[in-house]
């Protein structure tokens, strides 16, 4: 499976891209490319567009409903309704993306688009909350979630699909989303072959509790998780970057690295 990464400035869209948005890939047993978008921060939607047509994105996952993680489904719906040829207006074959994400998304998203009608909303999307019992199975994948610490309602995911290091074996990426230390995040973390962990704040500079982690943070929990990979994300533009990285390091001995949109990642 791959990780693109098509945004990963923190909190905002920052000068070097859009804000949080993944693309998760994989083939299944008759070489089906399937698709999975973490979250679509502002911005991330043109950058998707380098990656994939939107049409071929099979699931959106939402790790949370702040505007940096999902504001871009706002132009995605424009997209899958109104394109003029593929667009459900004028294929209703299309049918709804599906969209799994935190209870009230469907809300949310209609008041963020200014939608008056929510069959409009639906003809586009298909909106399914998450539980943290029920794994979802799509394609080769198969999504999980665990509630973390963050001032909403938000989930890191952790997605188990065909290895193409280990080709027959399966891997596991897992996406912190927006989250402070706890004990959610090292379950969902667990022997990950790669932990796409945000690191906004930095040690001594941000106080706040409860909303981002460190690049210390980011780095103990992955120690505690045991993950064999850490990429830091969720940077935003007023970081040094090689701040959260030399944090990162002081806590966890295996390989860091700072995620870049355009980056791509096998697992
Ligand atoms: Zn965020
Ligand atoms: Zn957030």
């Given at each position: ?6 945004g ?5 869209a ?11 890939q ?5 070489g ?60 209703p ?6 969209v ?5 998304t ?5 008041d963020a ?6 069959e409009?909303?639906?003809s ?17 994948f ?52 790669l ?32 993950a ?40």
């Amino acid at each position: 499976m791959r990780l693109v990464v098509v945004g990963c400035a923190g909190s905002f869209a920052g000068p070097a891209g859009p804000a949080s948005s993944y693309a998760v890939q994989a083939e299944d047993g008759s070489g089906r490319t399937w698709t999975v978008v973490l979250d679509l921060g502002n911005g991330a939607l043109g950058a998707l567009q380098r990656v994939l047509d939107p049409f071929d994105v099979d699931a959106v996952a939402l790790s949370h409903l702040h505007p940096d993680h999902f504001a871009d489904l706002c132009g995605l719906y424009v997209y899958r309704r109104y394109h003029p040829s593929r667009g459900v207006l004028h294929d209703p074959a299309l049918g709804p993306l599906a969209v799994w994400g935190p209870s009230g998304t469907e809300r949310r998203l209609a008041d963020a688009y200014g939608s008056r009608d929510d069959e409009d909303m639906r003809s586009v999307f298909a909106f399914r909350a998450w539980s943290p019992e029920r794994p979802v199975r799509l394609g080769p994948f198969v999504l999980e979630v665990v509630p973390v610490r963050h001032p909403v309602e938000a989930y890191a995911i952790r997605v188990t699909g065909p290895s193409t290091d280990r080709p027959g074996e399966q891997a596991t990426l897992v996406y912190s989303g927006d989250t402070d230390a706890c004990d959610g995040l090292v379950e969902a973390a667990r022997g990950a072959d790669l932990f796409l962990c945000e690191a906004a704040f930095q040690e001594g500079r941000d106080l706040l509790d409860g909303i981002h982690l460190t690049g210390y943070r980011a780095g103990r929990a992955a120690s505690a998780a045991g993950a064999r990979r850490l990429v830091l994300t969720h940077l935003p533009a007023w970081n040094d970057p090689q701040v959260a990285l030399a944090e990162a390091a002081s806590a966890y001995a295996g390989p860091v690295a700072l995620a870049a949109a355009g980056t791509t990642y096998t697992l």
